[in-house]
C-alpha cells in the first residue's frame, strides 16, 4: 500500500520509539584512486558525479552477519537492554540463499527464541524493516524490536564495472524501537512506501537465483554480480523519494518547512541534494556521509542516523524526515522527533 496525499493519518496500537542506535564500520579503507588502479575512471569524476571519496570494504573473512552483530550491540547499549522480542535484519548481501541472516545473528547476541528474519527491498531496506517492526509494536506482537541494516555489498558488486564500483560500501547501522506512546518524541510517525516491480531489472544480479538456475553452470561470471542502469536509477530515484518524503510529511500533519533534518538514503550525493532541492530542504539541514562510507544500500540510514547524532548535525527536538530507495524497485519514508537522551554507539 501506498500513501496517497489524503493528510494526517492516525495508527492504533502502541507507538514504536526509537531508544538506541548504533553502527559498524569495516576498519578498511578504499580510496578512488585504489579503485581507479583497475578501472577505467578518476578520483575526480567519482567526487564530482558521485561524492565519494572512500568507502569500506569487509576483509573477506568477515560477512554481513558479523557487521550486522556488532551494529546490533552497539544499538542495544545505546539503548540500554540486554533482551529484544524480534530481530528485523534488512540486507541485500545475506550469508546465504538459505536461511535468513537474522537468526543466527539473534542467536549470537544471546536472544533465545526471539523472532528474527530477514527484509529485502534494496537500499529501502532499513525504512521497510522498520515498518514492518513498528507493525509489529502497534499489532502488540513484540514490545522491543531491534532493527537492523546491514551489507556486504563488495560481494555482489563486480570490481572492474565502473557502472557499480565506485558507488557501494560495506557497513552496518541499527536502532533499538519499543513500544511507547504515540506523540512521544522518538515515535516514528505513518509510513510512506511503495514498488514498481516493472523495473525490477533495473537493479539486478542476472545469475545465481531460481530464474536462471537452468544457467547456473553457463552464466559468465559478470551475471552473478549487480548490473544497474544507473542513470534511469537515478532519476526515478529522485521522482520517488521525492513523492514518498512529500507523502510521509503529510501523514505525520507536518510541512516541509517544519522539518529541520532530511535523512536521506546516501545513493549518490548528486540525488541527495535533487530530493532535499525538490522538497525545498536546504543543504544545511540535510546531513551526508557518503564521502567517507559511499552507498552502503540497507545500511546507509542507519549509519547516517548514528553519524548524525554523534556529531550532533541531529539533536533531540529536531524533526527528521527519512526517506530511502533502492532496487526492486522500492521506496519508503517515515518522519519522527529525534528523542533526547539516545547517545549513538559506533
Ligand atoms: O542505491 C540505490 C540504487 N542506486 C542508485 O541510486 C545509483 C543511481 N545512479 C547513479 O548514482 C549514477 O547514475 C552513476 C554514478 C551510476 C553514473 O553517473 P551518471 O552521471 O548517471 O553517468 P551516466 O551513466 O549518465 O554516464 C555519463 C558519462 C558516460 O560517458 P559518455 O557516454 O557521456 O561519454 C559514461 O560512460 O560518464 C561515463 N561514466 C564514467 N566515467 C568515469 C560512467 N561511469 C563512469 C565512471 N568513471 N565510473
Redesign the pocket.
Known amino acids: 500500500m501506498n500513501v496517497s496525499s489524503a493528510g494526517p493519518r492516525e495508527v492504533p496500537g502502541p507507538a514504536a520509539v526509537v531508544t538506541g542506535v548504533g553502527s559498524h564500520l569495516p576498519p578498511r579503507r578504499v580510496t578512488n584512486d585504489e579503485l581507479?588502479s583497475r578501472?577505467?575512471?578518476?578520483d575526480e569524476?567519482?567526487r564530482e558525479?558521485?561524492g565519494i571519496q572512500e568507502r569500506r570494504r569487509a576483509d573477506a573473512a568477515v560477512s554481513t552477519g558479523d557487521l550486522a552483530l556488532e551494529a546490533a550491540r552497539r544499538a542495544m547499549r545505546s539503548a540500554g537492554v540486554t533482551d529484544v522480542d524480534a530481530l528485523v535484519l534488512a540486507t541485500t548481501t545475506p550469508d546465504h540463499h538459505c536461511p535468513a541472516t537474522a537468526p543466527a545473528v539473534a542467536h549470537r547476541l544471546g536472544l533465545q527464541d526471539a523472532v528474527a528474519f530477514d527484509v529485502t527491498a534494496?537500499?529501502?531496506g532499513f525504512v521497510h524493516a522498520s515498518a514492518v517492526a513498528a507493525g509489529l509494536i502497534s499489532a502488540g506482537s513484540a514490545r522491543r524490536v531491534l532493527v537492523v541494516g546491514a551489507e556486504t555489498m563488495s560481494a555482489i558488486i563486480d570490481s572492474d564495472d565502473?557502472?557499480?564500483?565506485?558507488?557501494?560500501g560495506d557497513g552496518a547501522g541499527a536502532v533499538v524501537l519499543e513500544a511507547g506512546l504515540r506523540g512521544q518524541d522518538g515515535c516514528l510517525g505513518p509510513f510512506a512506501w511503495g514498488s514498481d516491480g516493472s523495473l525490477a531489472d533495473a537493479?539486478v544480479i542476472p545469475a545465481g537465483g531460481a530464474r536462471a538456475r537452468d544457467r547456473r553452470d553457463t552464466a559468465p561470471a559478470g551475471d552473478f554480480f549487480v548490473h544497474?542502469?544507473?542513470?534511469?536509477?537515478?532519476r526515478?530515484?529522485v521522482r520517488r523519494m521525492s513523492q514518498a518524503a512529500r507523502d510521509a510529511v503529510l501523514a505525520a500533519g507536518w510541512t516541509l518547512d517544519e522539518v529541520d533534518r532530511l535523512i536521506v538514503?546516501?545513493?549518490?550525493g548528486?540525488?541527495g541534494a535533487s530530493v532535499a532541492d525538490a522538497l525545498g530542504i536546504p543543504a544545511e539541514r540535510t546531513p551526508s556521509n557518503i564521502a567517507r562510507v559511499g552507498?552502503t544500500?540497507a545500511a546507509?540510514v542507519p549509519l547516517l542516523l548514528a553519524h548524525a547524532a554523534d556529531e550532533g548535525r541531529l539533536k533531540p527536538g529536531h524533526r527528521v524526515l527519512v526517506v530511502?530507495?533502492?532496487?526492486g524497485l522500492a521506496w519508503a519514508a517515515t518522519t519522527l522527533v529525534w528523542p533526547p537522551g539516545v547517545t549513538a554507539e559506533l
Open positions: 581507479c578501472l577505467d575512471s578518476s569524476w567519482i558525479r558521485i534494496g537500499c529501502a565502473r557502472a557499480t564500483a565506485p558507488l557501494f537493479i544497474m542502469r544507473g542513470n534511469e536509477v537515478f526515478h530515484a538514503h546516501q545513493a549518490n548528486r540525488i552507498n544500500a546507509s530511502a530507495f533502492g532496487s
